[in-house]
Nanobody
Framework: QVQLVESGGGLVQPGGSLRLACAASGFIFRWYAMSWYRQVPGKERELVARIASNGVVTNYADSVKGRFTISRDNAKKTLYLQMDSLKAEDTAVYYC?????????WGQGTQVTVSS
């Protein structure tokens, strides 16, 4: 079955950086687009960034453009999110997501806290 396992979250000061990773298994990773979402308590989960299966086409939420970079290593079956110039409003649980022919899959999430 599809498994997505996030790592790399933690506490960071404003202006700092973190790199999230999502290890994928149970499906042909290189065939599918991948996304990062985030959620704060009391709010809907929001799309942060998406990357096409070939890694060429990427899309970002306006709030993170120019600060976050999504990438993937199809050989390692791993998705990444490089987060720079972090702000307090980036504090959230970050989730890895994919949809494999109509079947949506989420990771367990990793907490990112931006605070001084």
């Amino acid at each position: 079955q599809v498994q997505l396992v996030e790592s790399g979250g933690g506490l960071v000061q404003p202006g700092g950086s973190l790199r999230l990773a999502c290890a994928a298994s149970g499906f042909i990773f290189r065939w599918y687009a991948m996304s990062w979402y985030r959620q704060v308590p009391g709010k809907e989960r929001e799309l942060v960034a998406r990357i096409a299966s070939n890694g060429v086409v990427t899309n970002y939420a306006d709030s993170v453009k120019g600060r976050f970079t999504i990438s993937r290593d199809n050989a390692k079956k791993t998705l990444y999110l490089q987060m720079d110039s972090l702000k307090a409003e980036d504090t959230a649980v970050y989730y890895c997501y994919t949809n494999t022919t109509g079947f949506a899959s989420w990771g367990q999430g990793t907490q990112v806290t931006v605070s001084s």
